[in-house]
């Protein structure tokens, strides 16, 4: 059935049709319209899973993780310092290889305080182990919560599904929202082989020995190193279920393209307007949208720098003392590549500034003429 949703609700709507068993929210603006939805379904009867109503964003992560332990498919969702401040339960959730979920509306962090999008709150717990894609428009963020739950469940690592505050979470959109007798072919009921058990006591994340903790996180390792072509897997799956293909990587025009625009989240669509603008111009544009930030799809990317060809990345984060984020994984992905393009680095959109068509023509002829320095980013806003 195709519906007219705002973001939030299509997370809502993903949520109850991945029959997950328990939720664990605290309100947020602009993620709280997503457990309103789900705290209203639940309400009606129409959302048949346990709703947790907890004090803080550290306890409905904490509560999510004693669920997940016992063997239930949970979820959460929350933005900016209420992702900050359930930092440390992230770890315990991916370092326990619970199954988790999330959906994160990204929105800038304080000080000042500020309501409006970027990608720092989700970028900033890059490290924590936990898969991370990138939505560009309502029907995906549906669809990636879906996909997450197979990823997660395959991988035993949980996955953050972000997606930018108000552009799309308060946005409506047509979504396809599939049939619930698909989506059970597609994500059967979870069977977590590590779920606590009465007849079958055991003991979780006790003191290991510094050997066995290597071990542990080495396996961890491996497993996210194999997320990338799993999840590909996955989505080929839901790709035949569906009808909705996407990848880690998904390039627009590069064939003959001599500059990329290298962007992610909301703004990527929009920067599909923007190359086709200059195509009508003569100018060979192209733009890379990456949609999987970890594990990094470095191996995906590396395909497209066969040539000399330039990459200017249009980061909506920062990384204090350093460079955007997503430039910084690209140079680091393209390290050693023969040839490897330039990769220019641009800073837009903090705290929810404009990313325009405009905007993005402006900072790919500033690239393609070789205007951009590759040592220092270029903090870009809109003229308007």
């Known amino acids: 059935m195709r519906k007219a949703l705002m973001g939030n609700n299509a997370a809502a709507a993903a949520v109850k049709l991945a029959r997950v068993e328990v939720v664990s929210a605290y309100p947020i603006t602009p993620q709280t319209q997503v457990v309103e939805a789900l705290?209203?379904?639940?309400?009606?009867?129409?959302?048949?899973?346990?709703?947790?109503?907890?004090?803080?964003?550290?306890?409905?992560?904490?509560?999510?993780?004693?669920?997940?332990?016992?063997?239930?498919?949970?979820?959460?969702?929350?933005?900016?310092?209420?992702?900050?401040?359930m930092h440390e339960m992230l770890h315990w959730a991916s370092g326990a290889r619970l199954p988790i979920v999330m959906a994160d509306v990204n929105r800038a962090l304080g000080a000042p305080w500020i309501l409006w999008t970027d990608q720092t709150d989700s970028l900033s717990q890059r490290d924590t182990g936990w898969l991370q894609f990138y939505c560009s428009t309502n029907q995906e963020i549906l669809d990636s919560l879906l996909i997450a739950y197979r990823a997660a469940e395959a991988l035993l690592l949980p996955v953050m599904v972000n997606y930018d505050g108000f552009t799309l979470s308060h946005t409506y959109e047509p979504v396809d929202v599939p049939a619930q007798e698909a989506v059970d072919r597609f994500l059967p009921p979870l069977n977590y082989q590590y779920a606590l058990d009465l007849a079958n006591p055991r003991a979780f994340s006790a003191l290991p020995k510094p050997k066995e903790y290597m071990r542990l996180r080495r396996r961890m390792a491996a497993d996210m190193d194999r997320a990338t072509v799993t999840v590909a897997a996955i989505e080929d799956e839901f790709a035949r279920a569906f009808g909705r293909r996407y990848a880690a990587v998904e390039p627009y025009r590069t064939d003959d393209a001599e500059t990329l625009l290298v962007v992610s989240g909301a703004p990527a669509s929009t920067a599909l307007e923007a190359v086709d603008r200059l195509r009508a111009e003569g100018l060979r544009a192209g733009s890379l949208r990456i949609r999987q930030f970890r594990p990094f799809p470095a191996a995906v990317l590396r395909a497209y720098a066969g040539r000399e060809r330039r990459f200017v990345v249009v980061d909506r984060n920062f990384s204090m003392g350093h460079h955007g984020i997503f430039c910084e994984e690209l140079k680091s992905a393209l390290y050693g590549v023969k040839g490897r393009p330039k990769v220019f680095g641009t800073v837009a959109g903090l705290g929810g500034g404009d990313i325009t068509v405009e905007l993005l023509e402006e900072i790919w002829r500033d690239a393609d003429a070789g205007r951009l320095d590759e040592r220092e980013p270029l903090w870009m806003e809109d003229a308007r």
Request: aromatic share 8%; proline share 2%; glycine share 10%.
């Open 39 to 85: 705290a209203d379904m639940k309400a009606s009867g129409e959302f048949p899973g346990r709703f947790v109503r907890v004090e803080s964003e550290h306890s409905a992560m904490a509560c999510l993780v004693g669920a997940a332990q016992a063997g239930a498919r949970t979820f959460t969702a929350t933005s900016s310092q209420g992702l900050a401040y």
